[in-house]
């Protein structure tokens, strides 16, 4: 009845759609702390997913377009929030300097409808660096004995699991011939597995 | 190797790299975990004990050997002297006092009038000692409610103690010592212990000469003790000592303790 790109695509969006549904359900408890604009980003994603879905359905236009669009507004939101939550800014602000290069390297020397994949890389390593100084950081605290219910914890987490799978597959890709559903699969995965710890990272602020 | 197999092998890396991170890091967090909380497990019973042993010092303080000693040779005086009631009388306020030690010690927390009832035996008792040369008085404010208020066991009495030895019997003539329980609200309330003896820092000099005395010793333990029932966060008790010929003409020794109450009430009821 579904072929196998209907499938991976409700098993991709069920886990966003959720997210953004627990994002909204758990509001009052995490809207005055730094994770307040998450429902903004998890609602943002959704439209994306949509617009992605859509666009070149509709009006034929290149699902690039959208995903670079992602790329360049969920990289700066994720490298924002995580220059609110570390220590080290200055390595963040660095990270910033650096993303905002490579887009406009790309915008120079490639085309917008082409996915764009400098930024995604450069994202991934700013994304697992962070997420290691993070962690050190909070195995240096006391906190470290709550961590479970640290919501930041579990956002951190789901970033680290996907970008730590999504950048092999992107730096591999060319090499290995990775793509339709061989490409799909795992980054769904990878989707499923990011957006359920963002999942947890609301419902640990119900044991809170 | 076939293109499948490549692939295969490369998304079975990834999978295995997105595991292996995830084991790695939930490992960390929880050995982490479990150490931190091994260490303040470890550190809330160093404390505790650190607590019960200077609990069983400041019995072993109230207790002291020289006490018993000129009490029970006082209490042998009057019998010989055939005064068998005021020796009869002496002797069960020596007994009750002696209870009260043995089961105060074992709480967490007497009350205001309990505390003031062993105070009056054992100054009842140390006057027995002195006779004519010692004499005290107990003043409870009116709106202080005894009954309600509470302190922690054996506080007062070793600081009573020096008083009378350090400040009155090196005294010539004779020495009173004062205590004065004054209400502040209704959870806290202070405790002021004066005595028109030689003063602190006359016995200082004198004990400076002499090998550490059992009453130096006293003090170091309530000290500790102080410090360990602020950290406990059940108590904050402030305490000041004042030598009375820094501010005035008169000689002796003032300490005052305030005692706020009712931090974690909670924690007695179990």
Same mark, same amino acid.
């Given at each position: 009845?579904?072929?196998?790109?209907?499938?991976?695509?409700?098993?991709?969006?069920?886990? #966003? /759609?959720?997210?953004?549904?627990?994002?909204?359900?758990?509001w009052?408890?995490?809207?005055?702390?730094?994770?307040r604009?998450?429902? &903004?980003? *998890?609602?943002?994603? *959704?439209?994306i997913?949509c617009?992605g879905?859509?666009?070149?359905? *509709?009006?034929g236009?290149?699902?690039?377009?959208?995903?670079?669009?992602?790329?360049?507004?969920?990289?700066?939101f994720?490298?924002?929030w995580?220059k609110?939550?570390? #220590?080290?800014?200055? *390595?963040?602000?660095?990270? /910033?300097?650096?993303?905002?290069?490579?887009?406009?390297?790309?915008?120079?020397?490639?085309?917008?409808?082409?996915?764009?994949?400098?930024?995604?890389?450069?994202?991934?390593?700013?994304?697992?660096?962070?997420?290691?100084?993070?962690?050190?950081?909070?195995?240096?605290?006391?906190?470290?004995?709550?961590f479970?219910t640290? #919501?930041?914890?579990? /956002?951190?987490?789901?970033?680290?699991?996907?970008?730590?799978? &999504?950048?092999?597959?992107?730096?591999l #890709?060319?090499?290995?011939?990775?793509?339709?559903? &061989? &490409?799909r699969?795992?980054?769904?995965?990878?989707?499923?597995l990011?957006?359920?710890?963002?999942?947890?990272?609301?419902?640990?602020?119900?044991?809170n | 190797?076939?293109?499948?197999?490549?692939?295969?092998?490369?998304?079975?890396?990834?999978?295995?790299?997105?595991?292996?991170?995830?084991?790695?890091?939930?490992?960390?967090?929880?050995?982490?975990? =479990?150490?931190?909380?091994?260490?303040?497990?470890?550190?809330?019973?160093?404390?505790?004990?650190r607590?019960?042993?200077?609990?069983? =010092?400041?019995?072993?303080?109230?207790?002291?050997?020289?006490?018993?000693?000129?009490?029970? =040779?006082?209490?042998?005086?009057?019998?010989q002297?055939?005064?068998?009631?005021?020796?009869?009388?002496?002797?069960?306020?020596?007994?009750?006092?002696?209870?009260?030690?043995f089961?105060?010690?074992?709480k967490?927390?007497?009350s205001?009038e309990?505390?003031i009832?062993?105070?009056?035996?054992?100054?009842?008792?140390?006057?027995?000692?002195?006779?004519?040369?010692?004499?005290?008085?107990?003043? !409870?404010?009116?709106?202080?409610?005894?009954?309600?208020?509470?302190?922690?066991?054996? !506080?007062?009495?070793p600081i009573?103690?020096?008083?009378?030895?350090?400040?009155?019997?090196?005294?010539?003539?004779?020495?009173?010592v004062?205590i004065?329980?004054?209400?502040? =609200?209704?959870?806290?309330?202070?405790?002021?212990?004066?005595?028109?003896?030689i003063?602190?820092?006359?016995?200082?000099?004198?004990?400076?000469?002499?090998?550490?005395?059992?009453?130096?010793?006293?003090?170091f333990?309530?000290?500790?003790?102080?410090?360990?029932?602020?950290?406990?966060?059940?108590?904050?008790?402030?305490f000041?000592?004042?030598?009375?010929?820094?501010?005035?003409n008169?000689?002796g020794?003032?300490?005052?303790? !305030?005692?706020?109450?009712?931090?974690?009430?909670?924690?007695?009821?179990?």
């Amino acid at each position: 009845m579904f072929n196998k790109d209907v499938i991976l695509r409700l098993l991709m969006w069920l886990p #966003q /759609i959720a997210a953004f549904v627990f994002a909204i359900v758990m509001w009052p408890k995490y809207k005055n702390t730094t994770q307040r604009n998450f429902i &903004y980003f *998890l609602g943002f994603v *959704l439209v994306i997913e949509c617009l992605g879905y859509l666009l070149p359905i *509709l009006y034929g236009v290149k699902r690039a377009y959208v995903y670079n669009s992602y790329t360049i507004i969920s990289g700066l939101f994720l490298l924002t929030w995580f220059k609110s939550i570390l #220590q080290t800014k200055r *390595l963040v602000i660095v990270f /910033i300097y650096v993303f905002i290069t490579s887009i406009g390297y790309c915008l120079f020397f490639q085309e917008f409808g082409v996915l764009w994949k400098i930024p995604l890389v450069v994202l991934a390593i700013a994304i697992l660096i962070c997420s290691t100084v993070f962690f050190s950081d909070l195995l240096a605290k006391n906190e470290v004995v709550n961590f479970k219910t640290d #919501q930041k914890f579990w /956002i951190v987490t789901g970033c680290l699991v996907f970008y730590i799978g &999504y950048l092999p597959l992107v730096l591999l #890709q060319k090499y290995f011939g990775l793509s339709g559903i &061989y &490409y799909r699969i795992p980054i769904t995965i990878n989707i499923i597995l990011m957006y359920g710890f963002i999942i947890k990272s609301f419902l640990c602020l119900k044991k809170n | 190797m076939s293109e499948k197999e490549l692939i295969f092998i490369a998304l079975f890396s990834v999978a295995l790299l997105v595991v292996l991170s995830l084991i790695f890091l939930f490992m960390t967090f929880n050995n982490r975990k =479990n150490k931190l909380i091994q260490e303040q497990l470890e550190t809330k019973l160093n404390n505790q004990k650190r607590q019960h042993e200077l609990e069983l =010092n400041a019995l072993r303080a109230q207790m002291n050997p020289h006490f018993v000693h000129n009490s029970l =040779n006082a209490i042998q005086y009057y019998i010989q002297l055939n005064q068998v009631e005021k020796s009869e009388d002496y002797l069960s306020k020596f007994s009750k006092l002696m209870r009260q030690f043995f089961e105060y010690s074992r709480k967490e927390r007497i009350s205001v009038e309990h505390e003031i009832s062993l105070l009056k035996n054992y100054l009842e008792i140390e006057k027995l000692r002195f006779e004519d040369d010692f004499d005290f008085q107990l003043n !409870i404010d009116k709106v202080l409610d005894t009954q309600d208020l509470f302190l922690p066991p054996m !506080i007062l009495q070793p600081i009573v103690e020096n008083a009378i030895n350090h400040g009155i019997f090196h005294k010539k003539g004779k020495g009173e010592v004062s205590i004065d329980f004054v209400s502040i =609200n209704d959870f806290s309330f202070k405790v002021e212990i004066t005595d028109d003896g030689i003063g602190i820092n006359k016995s200082k000099l004198m004990n400076a000469k002499k090998k550490q005395t059992h009453t130096e010793h006293s003090s170091f333990v309530l000290e500790e003790r102080l410090t360990l029932l602020r950290e406990s966060k059940h108590w904050d008790v402030a305490f000041t000592i004042q030598d009375l010929a820094d501010t005035s003409n008169k000689t002796g020794t003032k300490v005052t303790l !305030i005692f706020k109450e009712g931090l974690n009430e909670d924690d007695y009821d179990h």
